[in-house]
């Protein structure tokens, strides 16, 4: 009886945390026109900027300028940048003090016009009224706002990213964040206009920290900005890590400990309760059916319910395939690797290692 009410509380703890709060198009006309700076940091993005800068080009509202930054690239990035001619960036080493990415948005920032910034990672793509629909949320909801994009997977390896990107979805759709006085934001698209940004002093004001996007979430929000959170659904997507498994493992290992430091408690638990309750029913069903015990039956009815609401959040955030969605166990225990990981990143080296750097912590 205990067992099946804390795995049906970890079903109902799901439903509570998804909102389908997408991001769409509405009918209203804009209040005015803006001059929109796309800024994009891009360090050894070859393979991914003709996705991005391609799909600018064809936004039904086309960006004022887009600014690619490129920091420190040793492939191709800044040479596919000019030839789609866009004002590109040379970054310089990052000051004490500084991380990369922040100073590398910053300098964006620094050589931007726009009235309107809208700060889009190299691995995103835009459907062609994207654009068009970020202004219009963003003066919806009258601040500042942020994308979780659709996650485009085409390796297998890829599609092990399920677990993390649905406990990140969760993060960011909680009802309760609302009330989160550190009310994160989303790094791979975030819009807010010049005003907001200057308000909070930008990236300088977070200049040293490793989870920029979540740091200036909490800016905007303790200096009175509404922040709002969205997923891209059929306008906003990404491919994450082309590069390989490693680059997924760095990617995640980076902020999942510091990460939940940041959201509300109510947030935390419900998220501890789904993953526990998923958990349980991966690991210990196996061993029920193998051993014919009289609870099988009752886990693997919860493992089909947790399935099938795997499956329903995936339709609106990402793809990865019917094997990875059917033995979601492969993904889970990727996620455990890497919280793992991240641990000893965290608190035995000090530091966490992305893309050729070393970040202290």
């Not at 891009?42 to 039904?60: D, F």
């Not at 200036?216 to 390989?244: A, C, E, H, W």
């Not at 039956?297 to 969605?325: C, E, P, R």
């Amino acid at each position: 009886m205990i067992i099946s009410i804390f795995l049906l509380l970890g079903i109902i703890s799901g439903l509570i945390l998804f909102k389908n709060v997408r991001l769409s198009l509405e009918n209203q006309p804009l209040q005015r026109q803006y001059k929109v700076s796309v800024i994009i940091p891009a360090r050894n993005e070859e393979k991914n900027l003709p996705y991005i800068l391609e799909s600018l080009k064809k936004q039904t509202y086309l960006p004022y300028e887009v600014i690619v930054v490129d920091d420190f690239s040793s492939d191709k990035t800044a040479e596919i940048a000019k030839s789609y001619g866009v004002k590109v960036l040379k970054n310089t080493e990052p000051p004490e003090g500084w991380t990369g990415k922040t100073w590398a948005l910053w300098n964006g920032y620094n050589h931007s016009t726009g009235d309107l910034l809208a700060f889009i990672d190299a691995d995103v793509r835009l459907a062609p009224r994207a654009l068009e629909a970020l202004i219009k949320t963003r003066e919806r909801a009258d601040g500042a706002i942020s994308v979780v994009p659709y996650h485009h997977t085409e390796r297998f390896y890829e599609r092990l990213a399920l677990i993390p990107c649905i406990l990140g979805i969760f993060a960011f759709t909680s009802p309760f964040e609302k009330c989160n006085p550190q009310k994160g934001m989303y790094g791979s698209c975030i819009v807010a206009t010049r005003e907001d940004y200057e308000k909070v002093n930008g990236h300088y004001s977070i200049r040293g920290e490793l989870l920029d996007d979540l740091s200036l979430g909490r800016k905007f929000t303790m200096n009175g900005v509404n922040v709002q959170n969205y997923i891209g659904y059929d306008l906003v997507s990404f491919r994450m890590y082309p590069y390989g498994i490693k680059s997924e493992i760095q990617g995640f290992g980076k902020g999942a400990i510091l990460s939940t430091s940041r959201l509300y408690s109510v947030t935390t638990v419900l998220i501890a309760v789904w993953l526990i309750g998923l958990l349980a029913v991966e690991l210990i069903t196996p061993f029920l059916i193998a051993y014919n015990s009289p609870l099988s039956t009752l886990f693997m009815i919860f493992y089909i319910i947790y399935t099938l609401q795997i499956i329903y959040i995936n339709k609106w955030t990402g793809y990865y395939g019917i094997i990875v969605s059917l033995f979601h166990i492969l993904s889970s225990l990727l996620f455990i690797y890497i919280m793992l990981y991240s641990l000893y990143q965290v608190f035995f080296l000090g530091y966490v290692t992305w893309k050729g750097r070393k970040i202290r912590v």
